[in-house]
Structure formats: C-alpha cells, structure tokens
C-alpha cells in the first residue's frame, strides 16, 4: 500500500501502516542525530523546555549538509544516517513525546517495543542525498548550531518525502529484524 | 605535465580532485550497481537501488555531492623518487581540503575525538590522513577517497591464531551480518590478511581501491558468495545483492600471529585520482 502523510501526524495516522508499506510525507520534519538526542533527554531529565515541539513530529536522522547564502541556509545534500547509533537514546525520547514517525536508514535493534502504538520507523534509502535534497523546499530553522552543522536540529519543510518504506510498524513488525534472523540462520548452516 | 608545478596549481587540482570523487563515482561501481538492479528479484532492494541509480545521476548532474556524508578526508598518494613539488605537499593537500570544503561545499566532520568539537573545515590532528608510498620515477599519483562513517563503524579486525586462516571467511560473515543494513549495503569488502595490526587495516582500506570488475581470485569468490547468500541486501530491507565485490589484500606477517582487517564501503565507493609530473 502507498499512504501520502501530511504533518503533524496523528496516531491513526500511523496506526494503519503495514511493514514494507509506501509513504509518502509532507510538510515539516526535524532532523536529529547522536548530540541532538543527548540533548534533548538532558534537557527533559531537567525540566527544562525544548526549542521546538515533537508533538506529533516527524524525526529525520540526518546530518545535512547545508550552505549558508545571503537569502539564508540552502539544503546541497541530505540523506538519513545510520539509525543505530539513535537506538539507545530511543525509547526514552518516545516515552517523554508523541513522536509519531522516525525517518531513517539501517533500522533500529530493540525498538520495536518502545514504536508500539506510538510511533513508526521508515527507512529512506542511505546515501540518497541529492534526490532527498530535491524533496526539502526550504529550510525553516535551525537549533543548535553550537554542535556543529550535522548535529544540530534543523527544522525542514517537505513535500512528498519519499519513498520511504515502513521498516518497523506500531505493532511491532520489523523488517530488518526478520531480515536479520534469517541471515543468522543460514551463517548458523553455513557453520554446521 | 612538469614537475615544477606551481603550488597554486597543486591545490587547486587537488580541490577539483575532491570535487570529483563527491558527486561522481567510477564507471566500474556505477556498472555494478546496473547490474545488482537487473538481477534483483526482490522488490523493496529494487526499489532501493533504484533510488541510488537515480541518485548517482542527479548528484552528476547537478554537481552535488551524492551524499551529505561527504567523509572524512583521506589521500593515497605514489610519491616518485624523481618528483620535485619545490613545496610542502602536505600542507598543500590540508589547504585544499580547506578550499574544497567551502567551494564543493563539503560537511565538515572532522572533530577532536574527546571533546567532539567539530574544526569547521575538515582538517585537524592527523586530518586529512594522507598515505604515502615511496615509488620509482618523476611522477605524483594522488586517490582521493573519501570514507562515510557509516560504513566506517561496521568495519573490523581480529588478531587471529595462525591455526585459524580458515576461519577468515566466517570473520567476513559475522561482520557482514552484524553490521545488517547500517553500512548501505551493496557493500564493497576489503580484506586485510597479514602484516601487523595496523598494517592489516592499511592493506584492507587499499583493497576497496580494487575496480569492481577486476577478476576476483577463488577465494574472494567464494566470500562473496556467501556474503550474498546471507540475504541482507540492498539497505538491510532483504535481497540478492548483500556486496558487488570482495577484494583480498595480503602481506607476509609474523610467524605468530594472523591479523585480519576487513574495512566495510558502502555503495558509495568514491575516489578519483590525479597523476602530476612527466609522463615516462
């Protein structure tokens, strides 16, 4: 099935995608990658408010290249990171928001509890930078700059961002899980 | 080409060499990925490599790089005994990795590996890290290849017991399968078998210079094989092709030891080359 989304997204919204689903996204993600993350549960273990909201939020695992030129910053290349690196921080960040996607690449071990009735994971093609670029129409702001251009959180406005493939849906279903156990058994008969 | 060439020149050369490898890869990755496509069965690695043929075309097109992780700076450069720059070629490279970064533009990621601060312009301690070889003759080659920290972090060695070069493949395997879709497959795989431990991982990083189409010895054949029966495929979502190409690099190494480096590429496996000096 091929779903187009607009943000912020609602629970039904997600709640009806099927693993190996299409999507197709529409109006504004954030990115955040390794620092971003760290921060914001720093900043949440305190109290304190975030910059932005994540009611509803699309999260982009991307650290973007950008240019800054006189009429502001301009996206060159943008492609998703690997989402692994996110894993641990995950559950935590979902726990304290409503974020109701995760747009990435390489999936995420041991997240599939914590996306269940909340939130979706959807890989984009790793290393599609100049084609995910094409998709982002402007950039809208930016936090954080202080961690350096890929680890800040850059506020993005999209249109029909995508292909993306549901990888991980809210009822626990996990491609690259799947995919995983299965290479583990043939390498387990290959060993035999 | 004189050796006697400006310094100006050089960086200016070498700028436009990174420029090169950012928005443009070999005829023989690009064909290897054509030809994954083909044979693909599996619809969503379809689609998926699909998106990077169209990607690869898209960055050539509009002088982009085809990817925002633009890597960390690395050089291997064949320095002839003959060769005369009249200058600092380090410093030289450094001052073109400064200029290609804002003119590409590249993503500064080199940053100081404890406190994490980020230089701004991809140079830095031991950055760019450049390789240097000693060779007969008046000429300067220089590869500039570019590594992703995707496919970088999957990457491995083991000092293994010399007893154990039958267990290499498995090493390959577990790696493989360990790392799933993170790296981006399709994957290139250099194998480092030999040496010492630093340079196992040296002849490894070499291996992935290989071209995809050079005819792959019998027990290269045999890991990629077994690399692309493990099912992973294209972005770890399942499919035919796990690897386009597995390159072996060996050295003589003690008697006691077996060091093995396997340095994972992604499907991105950039670098382009120059040659300076007379032809001979």
């Known amino acids: 099935m091929e779903y187009h989304l607009q943000t912020p997204l609602k629970l039904e919204d997600i709640e009806k995608l099927t693993a190996r689903d299409i999507v197709y996204i529409s109006g504004e993600i954030l990115t955040a990658r390794d620092e971003a993350h760290a921060r914001i549960l720093e900043m949440e273990e305190k109290g304190e408010k975030l910059p932005f909201s994540l009611e509803g939020a699309v999260i982009y695992h991307c650290g973007p290249l950008m240019q800054q030129t006189e009429s502001g910053w301009k996206v060159v290349s943008a492609g998703p990171t690997t989402s692994g690196r996110m894993s641990k921080m995950t559950p935590l960040l979902l726990k304290n928001n409503e974020v109701r996607a995760i747009i990435g690449k390489g999936g995420m071990k041991g997240v599939a509890d914590a996306l269940k009735n909340r939130c979706v994971y959807l890989a984009y093609t790793g290393g599609c930078a100049a084609l995910a670029a094409e998709l982002i129409k402007e950039v809208k702001t930016v936090h954080w700059l202080d961690l350096g251009m890929p680890e800040a959180v850059w506020v993005l406005r999209v249109e029909k961002f995508g292909p993306l493939i549901v990888g991980i849906d809210s009822k626990g279903k996990d491609i690259f899980a799947e995919v995983r156990e299965k290479a583990e058994k043939v390498l387990e008969r290959m060993q035999e | 080409m004189s050796s006697k060439i400006s310094r100006e020149t050089f960086i200016r050369s070498i700028a436009d060499l990174l420029r090169k490898a950012e928005i443009e890869l070999p005829d023989d990755v690009v064909d290897a990925l054509r030809k994954a496509e083909a044979i693909e069965e599996n619809q969503v690695a379809k689609s998926q490599l699909q998106a990077i043929l169209k990607n690869i075309e898209l960055a050539k097109n509009h002088a982009v790089p085809m990817c925002q992780d633009t890597g960390i700076m690395i050089f291997f450069a064949e320095l002839g005994n003959e060769f005369q720059p009249g200058f600092d070629l380090e410093a030289a ?16 990621n080199a940053v100081d590996p404890l406190s994490r601060k980020n230089s701004g312009d991809n140079t830095g301690s031991g950055i760019p890290d450049i390789h240097w070889k000693l060779v007969p003759g008046k000429q300067l080659k220089i590869t500039a290849a570019p590594k992703g920290a995707g496919s970088e972090n999957m990457s491995s060695l083991r000092m293994l017991n010399p007893t154990e070069t039958g267990s290499i493949k498995n090493f390959v395997l577990e790696t493989v399968v ?67 190409a597995v390159h072996v690099k060996t050295a003589h190494c003690h008697t006691a030891s077996l060091p093995v480096a396997i340095n994972i590429q992604c499907w991105a496996n950039r670098h382009a080359s120059i040659v300076f000096g007379e032809v001979e």
């Open chain 2, 178 to 244: 360990n790392a799933g879709g993170m790296p981006c497959p399709p994957l290139t795989i250099g194998v480092g078998i030999g040496g010492s431990f630093d340079a196992a991982a040296r002849l490894a990083k070499e291996a992935l210079l290989e071209p995809l189409d050079a005819p792959m010895n019998e027990f290269e054949k045999e890991i990629l094989n077994a690399v692309n029966a493990l099912g992973i495929g294209c972005m770890g979502l399942g499919g035919s092709t796990t690897a386009l």
């Open chain 2, 93 to 108: 490279i450094k001052e073109a990795v400064t200029l290609a970064t804002v003119e590409v533009p590249l993503r500064p």
